[in-house]
């Protein structure tokens, strides 16, 4: 059982550029997340997903978009890289029905550094 | 605004006991979230509280007093491999999870 798989681990991208990182999830998990975090700060909410098809904003939406045209996949995307989007990126998923048993699963996370 | 406060570090020592407190003001509550993350690593499940009291599950212990707004995460017998961070987190009335920027716990032999 993979669990949550993010990719790449590893990217450094130029100011400008554009990437998308990807997330699947094999336990059927209808929320999504994607999180950013930055040395010596808390998790902060980028998008989420609540099922196939629905996606929206968290806290810090801006220069990031979202898709989740199925149930395992949930990618972000970068349009136009800046250095202040430089961190760790974490997917993680949940089942509505036992967020509360077991929590979020994340993924390994991504860490990109913008240059 | 909705904020959650740790203590930034704390140290231990092997063998021994330590309590990581968390204080939260949010809109709303729906439960409250200890996870540990290890350097470079996703950070993992631990507990949750959604009633006032004590919840233990092993060498770990979780405490929440909601009208105080206040958890604490108590570690007994400590390990060297429980070197991590430990993050506080709040479910909103919206159902989000506001999260602490968590506590780095360094144990000492």
């Known amino acids: 059982n993979a669990g949550v798989t993010q990719t790449p681990k590893f990217r450094i991208l130029k100011i400008g550029q554009s990437m998308t990182l990807q997330c699947t999830q094999d336990?059927?998990?209808?929320?999504m997340y994607w999180y950013r975090q930055d040395p010596g700060m808390g998790l902060k909410l980028i998008y989420y997903s609540v099922g196939a098809g629905i996606t929206d904003k968290g806290e810090v939406p801006n220069g990031y978009n979202v898709s989740r045209s199925t149930t395992e996949d949930f990618p972000l995307r970068l349009e136009l890289a800046a250095p202040s989007q430089t961190s760790v990126y974490f997917c993680a998923s949940s089942s509505a029905s036992e967020p509360t048993n077991y929590g979020y699963t994340f993924g390994s996370g991504t860490r990109l550094t913008v240059v | 605004g909705q904020n959650i406060d740790q203590p930034t570090e704390m140290t231990a020592t092997e063998g021994a006991i330590v309590q990581i407190n968390c204080t939260y003001q949010?809109?709303?509550?729906?439960?409250l979230f200890w996870y540990q993350q290890h350097a470079g690593e996703a950070p993992t499940f631990l507990s949750y509280n959604v009633l006032d009291g004590l919840e233990e599950k092993g060498r770990f212990s979780s405490f929440l007093s909601r009208s105080k707004g206040y958890s604490y995460l108590l570690l007994k017998e400590l390990q060297m491999k429980d070197s991590a961070s430990y993050l506080c987190a709040v479910t909103d009335s919206n159902y989000q999870l506001i999260w602490g920027a968590g506590t780095k716990l360094i144990i000492k032999p």
């Open positions: 336990m059927n998990h209808n929320y």
């Open positions: 949010t809109s709303g509550f729906n439960g």
